[in-house]
């Protein structure tokens, strides 16, 4: 095998592994990652952060963007606008979401400021 299909083999079965936990593990993860981040890292030295919304058995993004939020910092989820271009939109608000790029939810067209 060479590295690129060993590579891909290795990210195919790290998936399957990912995609097999249940929900209470996908949360019980997503809280001791964001606990973790939020330990090491100092936030009042930032303004503007750039987050994403989880699709599927990803880390859980919405517990960053209650803190964030708490502590009145300015977020920014991407937006695929085609093949070549993703932007990203000043969010305020997590029901301002569509379905977008592979039913993955993505900022409205209004929430760039």
Same mark, same amino acid.
């Given at each position: ?5 060993? @590579?891909?083999? /290795?990210?195919?079965? !790290?998936? @399957?592994?990912?995609?097999?936990? =249940?929900?209470?593990? !996908? !949360?019980?993860?997503?809280?001791? !990652?964001?606990? $973790?981040? /939020?330990?090491? /890292?100092?936030? @009042?030295?930032?303004?503007? +952060? ?5 699709? #599927? $058995?990803?880390?859980?993004? $919405?517990?960053?963007?209650? *803190?964030?939020?708490?502590?009145? *910092?300015?977020?920014?989820?991407? *937006? ?7 932007? /990203?939109? *000043?969010?305020? =608000?997590?029901?301002?979401?569509? =379905? #977008?790029?592979?039913? +993955?939810?993505?900022?409205? #067209?209004?929430?760039?400021?």
């Amino acid at each position: 095998m060479n590295k690129l299909n060993s @590579k891909s083999e /290795f990210r195919k079965a !790290i998936l @399957k592994l990912r995609n097999e936990l =249940d929900e209470n593990t !996908i !949360i019980s993860n997503s809280i001791k !990652i964001s606990e $973790s981040f /939020f330990n090491n /890292f100092n936030i @009042k030295e930032f303004t503007n +952060i750039l987050l994403y919304n989880n699709f #599927g $058995s990803e880390v859980n993004t $919405s517990f960053f963007y209650n *803190k964030l939020n708490e502590n009145k *910092k300015t977020l920014f989820y991407p *937006k695929v606008i085609n093949e070549f271009q993703m932007d /990203f939109f *000043k969010v305020s =608000d997590l029901n301002s979401f569509n =379905d #977008g790029y592979k039913n +993955i939810k993505e900022p409205d #067209g209004n929430s760039l400021n």
